[in-house]
């Protein structure tokens, strides 16, 4: 269970970001209508609200570098637990500014997985 919770998690994280830094809208596939994301001690909830973030951030182009991807299997059955450390480089800023990030994620009725929960922290010092 483990094993498969850290494969399924690397490959999700992997996707995720290669969304993100590519993709930014289509992220809004990845979350469901009670998602939430607290994004810099901000609570954002449901799709659209968390897909309007996310499209505001103040930069068009990134690219998340990952340093670090532990897993765990959750309590609710199929369920997994990522935390994500690493560094997101931005075009205009000349230093990188590391991150930690962490998801939830929870089956769905159609058998995929989706984020229920998502944190996200520059980490900063």
Not at 56 to 74: A, I
Request: glycine letters at 6%; proline letters at 6%; aromatic letters at 10%.
């Amino acid at each position: 269970m483990e094993e498969e919770a850290d494969i399924v998690g690397k490959a999700f994280v992997e996707h995720y970001y290669q969304l993100f830094d590519n993709e930014r809208p289509s992220l809004s596939t990845l979350y469901q209508p009670d998602s939430m994301l607290t994004f810099e001690g901000q609570q954002i909830l449901g799709v659209h609200d968390i897909s309007s973030r996310l499209q505001q951030l103040p930069f068009e182009r990134c690219r998340h570098v990952v340093s670090t991807v532990d897993t765990q299997p959750s309590a609710v059955p199929g369920s997994i637990l990522i935390f994500v450390s690493g560094s997101l480089e931005l075009p205009e800023e000349e230093h990188h500014l590391r991150f930690s990030q962490m998801f939830h994620l929870v089956p769905t009725a159609q058998g995929n997985l989706c984020i229920q929960n998502d944190i996200f922290r520059l980490n900063y010092g």
